[in-house]
């Protein structure tokens, strides 16, 4: 469907005034919306227009063939399970442009997510991520210079978090600083291509690796480099020969110098050189390359010089001298293509009437119950798709939670303790309401806890701050109460009935409640709607409302079916780094 193109511009023009007379309102709205109907007018059209008409583009019958079977080679048993052709009318059912724009419209939910409407039932986005290094396979037949440890086997062997743990115990040990931009105050190295017991050690003079001699044998050494900012793997760079003048026999052009490369073995791969880090031993390691954008390392472009004493600065702290530059290749950065496919799935509902219902509503209300049922599927179908959005929200939200805050611990709805840096317990105001502590003074900690989060969401996902919150009825009531809350400046004219939807704004923030969650269900998922072409989650419109009518043979009175056709997917780089999930924990209610 990609052959499909519309002029935007001339999409807004046309049909943003049809869409600001339904209550459509907002820039973003009548943007996405505008190209939604664009495409959509044209798909409905193909149909009229199609070879057969409300058939769509389907052949003349062949006498050969099943009735309803498209493109069958033969018409056997045998043939049925290859990929010739497959049962199906090819009836394309009626696409009904208002009420499409009606469930649009009426879908709060889609406030919180991107909107790129799509011209068919599938979407291809292309990503291009930059990594230190330009190898093809990393940890087996390539050889990068930094690449960071993702994953450890388990059995007898130390795993992941272990190696993690000690890291960190030496660093904090040894007056070192670990920040999102790498390790600082100092240069730390460890073991890891040997089958012995491994170590730590810091530099002790400028460019020196080691604390006993011999020092420049860099066989099975490695410089830790910090912690991946997004996933918490730690990050090494490997000593690498650089070129012809520093191996041990002149006369040759390039001979191989283990004593210079960190992996001594010049046909085995990385991975199957690992054998411990640092003290822990290890196997099974999985190694992958380190994203250029998402964790940048400074001494990659200095060639690691610490600066005159390494003892008090990190890699990359100053930039290197003559003769560095003069006895080393310059760091390759280089582009990682990838591709993902996003399938529109299907929801779909129906509507039943006898003819006695429609005769004896209309003679005693004067309602038109057709008509009014119509409005129930769209209501069911946009309640529906709110739900899946905020599912995966919440989905994304908790994601991050697990992979970026101090965790200690799970967090359970109804009972639980606070786990991470974000969560709210209340039960530390507990025994100081008689000292002073208000429940005023809680509730401004729990906004305390959300522009924290907010922040983290700003720094960590490198787009911006946190646009809104999603909540139960019982929270929100607590943020509705604390001063400099705003009430929402705009009511919705085309909300539903038991949909989700906003309550106000605290600073930046606007509040939504979700009606299902439960009372006693305190979280708060925080997020950004980015464009589309930004990490984050999107919704992905192809039909939004397809709607098929007959009248059925059983009871003579019409019958009605609604469905859409869309995908709400996560996309770009780290999508969950746009999200956070907060939990609050409050046994004595203080906070309503």
């Known amino acids: 469907m990609s052959h499909i193109r519309i002029d935007k511009q001339k999409a807004l023009k046309k049909w943003a005034p049809v869409l600001e007379n339904m209550g459509v309102a907002g820039e973003d709205r009548l943007d996405w919306m505008s190209e939604y109907a664009e495409f959509h007018s044209i798909n409905e059209n193909a149909y009229v227009n199609a070879t057969l008409a409300g058939m769509g583009s389907v052949q003349s019958p062949q006498p050969s063939f099943f009735a309803g079977y498209n493109q069958q080679t033969a018409a056997s048993s045998a043939a049925l399970s290859t990929t010739n052709g497959n049962f199906g009318s090819g009836d394309l059912g009626q696409n009904l442009l208002p009420v499409a724009m009606k469930i649009a419209a009426q879908t709060i939910g889609l406030d919180l997510v991107a909107v790129k409407p799509s011209p068919g039932p599938k979407l291809d986005l292309l990503y291009i991520d930059f990594q230190y290094d330009d190898v093809a396979q990393a940890g087996t037949t390539g050889r990068p210079q930094v690449f960071k440890i ?4 388990n059995g007898s062997k130390e795993t992941l978090n272990t190696v993690k743990s000690n890291l960190t115990s030496y660093v904090t040990a040894n007056n070192l600083r670990l920040t999102s931009d790498g390790l600082q105050g100092g240069r730390l190295f460890a073991t ?32 830790f480099l910090g912690f991946s900012r997004i996933d918490g793997s730690p990050i090494f760079r490997s000593y690498r020969q650089a070129n012809s003048e520093r191996v041990s026999t002149p006369s040759y052009a390039y001979t191989f110098d283990a004593s210079q490369n960190t992996f001594t073995s010049p046909t085995s791969s990385m991975v199957d050189q690992v054998k411990v880090i640092g003290t822990s031993s290890v196997t099974g390691v999985t190694i992958e390359m380190v994203s250029a954008l998402e964790d940048h390392l400074p001494g990659f472009s200095a060639n690691w010089a610490g600066g005159p004493d390494d003892t008090k600065y990190g890699s990359g702290a100053y930039p290197m001298d003559r003769l560095s530059d003069d006895n080393a290749y310059a760091g390759v950065i280089g582009p990682k293509v990838s591709s993902k496919s996003i399938a529109v799935g299907t929801i779909e509902v129906s509507s039943a009437l006898r003819r006695t219902e429609i005769e004896d509503i209309k003679a005693n209300t004067g309602m038109d119950i057709v008509q009014k049922m119509e409005s129930i599927l769209v209501n069911e179908l946009s309640q529906t798709i709110s739900k899946q959005i905020v599912a995966k929200i919440f989905e994304m939200g908790a994601l991050n939670r697990t992979s970026s805050a101090p965790l200690k611990g799970t967090f359970t709805a109804v009972n639980a303790t606070a786990s991470t840096i974000f969560d709210l317990d209340t039960t530390y105001a507990g025994s100081n309401i008689v000292g002073g502590e208000t429940t005023h003074a809680v509730q401004r900690k729990l906004i305390t806890k959300m522009v924290h989060a907010s922040n983290f969401i700003a720094t960590e996902g490198r787009v911006g701050p946190a646009q809104f919150a999603v909540t139960n009825g019982g929270l929100a009531a607590a943020l509705m109460d604390i001063a400099g809350y705003t009430i929402n400046p705009t009511k919705s004219k085309i909300n539903g009935s038991g949909q989700l939807y906003p309550v106000g704004q605290i600073g930046d923030i606007q509040v939504y409640v979700d009606p299902y969650m439960k009372y006693n269900d305190n979280r708060i998922v925080i997020g950004r709607k980015n464009n589309p072409d930004q990490p984050g989650i999107i919704f992905v419109p192809y039909l939004m409302a397809q709607s098929i009518s007959l009248i059925s043979e059983a009871t003579f009175a019409p019958r009605l079916l609604l469905r859409s056709r869309y995908a709400v997917a996560e996309v770009g780089w780290y999508p969950q780094k746009q999200f956070m999930q907060i939990g609050v924990y409050d046994p004595d209610t203080l906070l309503n």
Not at 150 to 153: H, L, N, P, S, Y
Not at 197 to 203: D, I
Not at 216 to 221: K, R, Y
């Open 192 to 223: 890891v291509a040997t089958g012995a017991a491994g170590t730590f050690w810091q530099s002790t003079g400028a460019g020196l690796v080691t604390t006993t001699s011999p020092t420049t044998v860099f066989g099975g050494a490695v410089e």
């Open 150 to 153: 993702t994953a450890v086997g």
